[in-house]
């Protein structure tokens, strides 16, 4: 593996660790309870275990069931999830039905038996359905499903481990699809590509700068959109919630293998050089080139875009209003300035 232009990817690792964050998105939207795709997952490799799927089958049915609620053709090209004969969905299909209407973490011995029972009923997947009489006939499973840490043990120990090698064009398109599930990516991206270009970063720091900046509001993902897109002012409930957000993107990247730097540029871009920022109030000397340079290009992006409750600003407005920040000694003048000379002169950088 060349580290300078490759690292180590593993599809599960990197869903395993933002699931949480998926999860919180769609219970705004459907019926489901906390860790519902990792149940989904549990649950469908427990069956696969039975039908003795072949280790890569396994590998894919988690990630399959992982990102049931999101995947399409494109995604599981983009994320090499093979589907022969829809032997995958098929399934994730039959599982999700089942724990979609019944909740699978409920510790009631009654709905043991009426999921039981509603499957039996389902005879048009009557292999499944013997199958899943056997998983269920255990009472280490139904516990085991409702503890988010046993059904992680399960997962980390019956998968085989398929890390793949993966050029950081690559990853960066995998995380710009996963940072597009809250916005598009590719404004900001760009702005960040113009100023690691100015700034000549080596490719891999380049990169890994670039793969920060696509998942910088990943966790917004998991704070409740009418708070989100309030035109209002937010109420000091609110605006605690909205910065949580900031905490969640962290706990999830952290969770990556290789993501360490990664996960501090995304998640330091709302820390001050005056140590009043969050979420973890860092001070000047505690904050490196990139990191500020994410806050300064975070806030600049912000401004020149559209939101619900004013209109984008120009490139001069913008600046004016960053360069009160700097007067509070929140974000670095340096940068500040690159950044008006790059997009206020128009520079063509090569």
């Keep these: 593996m060349n580290k300078k232009k490759q690292m180590n990817f593993n599809l599960n690792n990197f869903l395993l660790a933002t699931t949480t964050i998926l999860d919180a998105r769609e219970m705004q939207y459907h019926n489901i309870s906390e860790n519902h795709s990792l149940r989904i997952a549990y649950i469908a490799l427990q069956i696969g275990e039975k039908l003795q799927f072949e280790p890569k089958e396994m590998f894919d049915l988690c990630a399959y069931g992982l990102f049931h609620n999101y995947i399409d053709q494109e995604k599981k090209l983009l994320l090499r999830i093979e589907n022969k004969e829809n032997k995958l969905s098929n399934l994730i299909d039959f599982v999700h039905t089942l724990e979609e209407k019944y909740d699978f973490s409920k510790k009631s011995i009654q709905n043991r038996e009426t999921i039981l029972n509603a499957c039996i009923a389902m005879i048009e997947n009557e292999e499944y359905t013997n199958i899943f009489c056997e998983v269920v006939d255990r009472i280490d499973f139904w516990l085991n499903c409702q503890t988010k840490e046993m059904m992680l043990q399960y997962i980390y120990t019956s998968l085989y481990d398929f890390t793949i090698v993966l050029d950081f064009e690559k990853v960066l398109e995998i995380t710009s699809m996963f ?46 959109e009418k708070i989100i897109q309030k035109i209002e002012a937010l109420t000091k409930v609110e605006y605690e919630e909205v910065k949580s957000n900031v905490y969640y993107t962290k706990n999830a990247l952290r969770a990556i293998y290789g993501f360490d730097d990664i996960s501090k540029w995304a998640s330091r871009h709302q820390e001050k050089l005056n140590g ?36 984008k600003l120009s490139h001069d407005k913008s600046i004016e209003l960053i360069l009160n920040k700097v007067d509070k000694y929140e974000i670095d003048k340096a940068i500040v300035d690159d950044i008006d000379f790059v997009f206020g002169k128009k520079v063509n950088i090569k």
């Design 276 to 311: 009043k920022g969050y979420p973890s109030k860092l001070e000047a000397s505690q904050l490196s080139l990139k990191d500020r340079l994410m806050s300064s290009l975070n806030i600049y992006h912000s401004l020149m875009s559209n939101k619900s409750y004013r209109e």
């Design 179 to 224: 940072g597009g599930l809250y916005e598009e990516v590719n404004p900001f991206l760009e702005k960040c590509k113009k100023m690691t270009q100015y700034y000549q970063f080596e490719e891999k720091d380049e990169y890994t700068f670039l793969i920060a900046a696509t998942l910088l509001h990943f966790g917004k993902l998991a704070i409740d």
